[in-house]
């Protein structure tokens, strides 16, 4: 007997108990996109390695260990993308969308980095996200971070999310920091681990980041990069901090909190939960104003966060989400009525656009079809058989609450519909 194929480790299947929460998530994620002015960008999934190389950075963990790399069948390299700004950069310079203009996109869709899979991190993962271009005040990072505040709010979790803010400065003063940086840590190289000394030697910003609990008292003594910021860098963090007090939007200044991807520059921001786990942020970002001159464009100045979709829902209280089982399911007895059913099941979606509806398929007893009726969830169940067709006639039972079915005329099922379901089918969703 063949082996049983199932998912790649890493790999997760979203199933149909499970989509629900997914496409509510989505729809609140579009609601607020076109609230706030956001137009859509649809990205390739599969980029050139050297894209990645150039702008997320080569000594970074994504692009030394985690990216899903290989030759085609032309001998280039190409990858799997691990995040969407670097693609969403590389468009917007091949099609001339920032250049001397302003622009605010959003995208959505899969992401791979080969890590060691555990609860909040995938090796295939979906993540949105929003990218502002062409606006260089504190305020386009501030506005943000509203969109942010207002999704937690409609998805009902602002109670389990904090934010944390704070400034890694232009290149210039991170040289400088660095520097510091490694002369405070290098009298303490023995207690770094192997990947802690790798980092030490490439990008030592990323120690403050660590998750070596016997590093943490360490890193907690350490000089901040808070000192080694020049006044228009100063100046811009506390634009943003005010910017979000006047709000009521309140947050953490982590003087701690730097980015994995060495195209992050100014202010970066980060949304966290209470868990211990090292998977506790569910949307980052910052500004990446040096990232478009990287990749040999004019410069612009640009902001944007990214949004973990596993994350976010794994906080989620599936009671909020709104409900999708069916309203009606539609049983028929008979050759004449299972024909018919089809007719006037397509009739009924056309008046009730919102109306959810499954009609059985196939010859099976009243037994087996109300059994599935029951399974499937729905509120109602619409009884045909070739007498009641002949007599132009249904019968209506109500599957949820002891109640004795009806008798209808099929020329007044629509408005007994209309009236007695628990739901506006002409509302917008």
Request: a positive charge; charged letters at 25%.
């Amino acid at each position: 007997m063949n082996k049983m194929i199932n998912a790649l480790r890493g790999m997760h299947d979203v199933l149909p108990h499970q989509t629900p929460t997914w496409q509510w998530v989505e729809r609140c994620l579009m609601q607020l996109c076109d609230a706030y002015g956001y137009q859509a960008i649809r990205l390739p999934i599969l980029e050139q390695t050297e894209l990645f190389q150039r702008s997320v950075g080569s000594h970074t963990d994504i692009v030394s260990k985690e990216m899903y790399s290989f030759n085609d069948r032309d001998k280039r390299s190409i990858t799997l993308r691990p995040e969407g700004t670097a693609g969403c950069v590389r468009a917007c310079i091949q099609h001339g969308l920032i250049y001397n203009q302003s622009r605010r996109l959003y995208y959505l869709g899969p992401m791979f980095r080969h890590e060691r899979p555990q609860k909040g991190r995938y090796r295939q993962f979906w993540q949105f996200g929003l990218e502002a271009f062409g606006m260089m005040d504190a305020d386009i990072e501030a506005e943000q971070l509203l969109f942010t505040s207002r999704l937690w709010a409609l998805l009902g979790i602002q109670e389990k999310l904090s934010l944390q803010v704070n400034s890694i400065g232009t290149t210039t003063e991170r040289l400088h920091y660095r520097q510091v940086l490694i002369d405070y840590f290098e009298p303490h190289i023995k207690q770094l681990s192997e990947t802690e000394q790798q980092r030490l030697k490439h990008n030592p910003l990323r120690l403050l980041d660590s998750k070596q609990e016997s590093l943490h008292e360490l890193i907690k003594q350490a000089p901040k990069l808070t000192d080694y910021l020049g006044k228009i860098s100063q100046e811009h963090f506390q634009s943003l901090c005010q910017h979000l007090s006047d709000h009521g939007i309140l947050y953490q200044h982590n003087p701690c909190l730097v980015r994995g991807l060495d195209y992050y520059s100014g202010n970066v921001v980060e949304w966290v939960t209470e868990s211990s786990t090292a998977q506790n942020a569910v949307c980052a970002g910052g500004r990446y104003d040096d990232l478009i001159t990287k990749l040999q464009a004019h410069p612009t100045p640009a902001f944007g966060l990214s949004i973990g979709l596993e994350r976010i829902i794994n906080l989620i209280d599936t009671a909020q989400v709104p409900e999708t089982l069916p309203h009606l399911y539609f049983i028929s007895l008979g050759v004449i009525a299972r024909k018919a059913s089809l007719r006037l099941t397509e009739d009924l979606r056309t008046a009730l656009p919102k109306l959810r509806l499954i009609r059985h398929s196939g010859a099976h007893s009243i037994k087996q079809q109300m059994k599935r009726a029951d399974q499937s969830g729905a509120i109602y169940a619409c009884l045909l058989d070739d007498d009641d067709y002949t007599q132009r006639r249904v019968i209506l039972k109500h599957l949820r609450k002891e109640q004795p079915q009806i008798k209808l005329p099929l020329g007044k099922l629509t408005d007994h519909l209309k009236s007695c379901l628990e739901f506006n089918p002409h509302a917008s969703t």
